[in-house]
């Protein structure tokens, strides 16, 4: 997998990162930051997601 850092959370998941490797996914979501104001998914960095909205 050498395009992690560039894909969106959205896309891990239809990929299903959480079920193929929950550490790396866990590493995108803690500590969540910002949500996603389009599937409604938490991330830790504002990139991992289509729609970032900050977390306040
Ligand atoms: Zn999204």
Do not use: F, W
């Not at 992690?4 to 959370?9: A, F, G, H």
């Not at 891990?12 to 389009?38: F, M």
Request: hydrophobic residues 30%.
């Amino acid at each position: 997998m050498s395009d992690n850092n560039s894909k969106t959370l959205c896309a891990h998941v239809e990929e299903e990162l959480q079920v193929k490797d929950p550490k790396s996914y866990l590493a995108l979501i803690q500590p969540a930051t910002h949500y996603c104001q389009g599937c409604g998914r938490s991330a830790a960095k504002a990139e991992n997601v289509c729609k970032p909205k900050k977390i306040s």
